[in-house]
């Protein structure tokens, strides 16, 4: 299932970006086919595949997978909704429900599973507790937006910052640490510790910046200092640590650094958005290019090889990985650099961006071919 949801995922955020180039339909539907129908399902299937890792325990029962699987066919009710094939609010409280079960099924098995665990869990888990956390409670401001009419404008952008900071972002984190170090080829002994150091920093930052987002501007600008510290301290060590790994044109590692840069780039212009220097109109679609589409290519280069293929490592896995990887750099450069512009107030920029998937469908469809072709 992960390999279909990292394709869909993929998918779903070009769609979105075509919305948004077309500026044919509401940017509600275009945000909600990137991360109800594309990134949601896959975060939730992710952190099932990685918990049982942290946690040093045995796998994932099959019936969690249908925790991904509600959450899609939730993504399909709203974007419905919002494409007018459904009526409104039945289709976001029916989504949002939906989604509401996966999440709390998935937060209570990950809590059991960390209290089960074999010896003290990595500290990663946490991480990934506290987003399914933020994830919650973006979804419990779903019904709230009906039932305290006067409030849903702050209702919505509460249920926006916990989802893209609280949830994204922490699992974004949490994983990168681990990850980046797995795709250079060496361990980072010290990522066990800035995760256990920095969490706090970060759940206070995302919960600052979206109850400061819906209530107190001032609140949102502590919350994204708060929040920008741990990838800034997390990119600052892969430079000393990875240099050699971090600007070569191929391989995962150019996207997943792409993605923190990009991370950190948007949530400091958040703060230009809170002061009305930037439209905040222009900052998801910046997001989905410069953080989430960099960052699950460059988790699926990594990672897509293991999900198709399970077992030990063999030379097909390194070959699908090479062609997964060609010209990462660049195509991360082109995602980055047309987020960047989109969040900047120009739209137009995301034809770079369009350029940076075109790259990454041509590296999938030789990839996929080397796996039908393994010998």
Not at 18 to 40: D, I, N
Not at 84 to 99: F, I, K, S, V
Not at 235 to 256: E, K, Q, T, V, Y
Request: glycine share 10%.
């Amino acid at each position: 299932m992960l390999p279909a949801l990292a394709i869909n995922a993929v998918a779903m955020m070009a769609a979105a970006l075509a919305l948004w180039l077309s500026a044919a339909q509401p940017p509600q539907l275009a945000a909600h086919v990137a991360l109800a129908l594309g990134v949601l399902p896959l975060i939730l299937a992710a952190i099932a595949h990685f918990v049982p890792v942290l946690g040093r325990g045995e796998g994932a029962p099959k019936w969690l997978q249908r925790t991904a699987l509600a959450a899609w066919a939730g993504g399909a009710l709203v974007v419905a909704g919002f494409a007018g094939l459904l009526p409104q609010p039945g289709a976001e409280l029916a989504a949002a429900a939906l989604a509401g079960t996966a999440t709390l099924t998935l937060l209570a098995w990950t809590a059991h599973r960390a209290r089960r665990c074999l010896g003290r869990p990595h500290p990663g888990l946490a991480w990934y507790l506290a987003a399914l956390g933020f994830l919650a409670a973006a979804l419990v401001a779903v019904p709230l937006m009906s039932l305290w009419p006067e409030q849903r404008q702050a209702l919505r952008l509460f249920h926006l910052h916990a989802n893209l900071l609280g949830f994204v972002g922490l699992t974004a984190i949490g994983t990168l640490q681990v990850l980046l170090p797995t795709a250079a080829g060496r361990a980072d002994p010290s990522a066990a510790v800035r995760l256990s150091g920095d969490l706090k920093l970060a759940v206070a930052g995302a919960a600052a910046i979206a109850v400061g987002a819906a209530w107190s501007l001032p609140l949102a600008i502590v919350g994204a200092c708060l929040y920008a510290l741990p990838p800034l301290r997390m990119g600052w060590h892969w430079r000393a640590a990875f240099p050699d790994r971090i600007n070569c044109r191929h391989g995962a590692a150019s996207s997943l650094v792409a993605a923190c840069v990009g991370l950190i780039f948007l949530v400091l212009a958040g703060i230009g958005h809170a002061l009305n220097y930037l439209s905040g109109q222009d900052a998801l679609s910046g997001f989905v290019a410069a953080f989430l589409l960099p960052l699950v290519t460059g988790a699926a280069t990594q990672l897509l090889p293991v999900w198709l293929r399970p077992g030990p490592r063999q030379p097909w896995h390194d070959r699908m990985r090479a062609a997964l990887g060609r010209h990462a750099l660049l195509r991360s450069l082109l995602l980055v650099a047309g987020g960047t512009l989109a969040a900047l107030g120009q739209p137009s920029g995301l034809w770079l961006a369009a350029a940076g998937i075109a790259l990454f469908a041509v590296a999938l469809i030789r990839a996929l071919r080397t796996k039908k072709n393994p010998g």
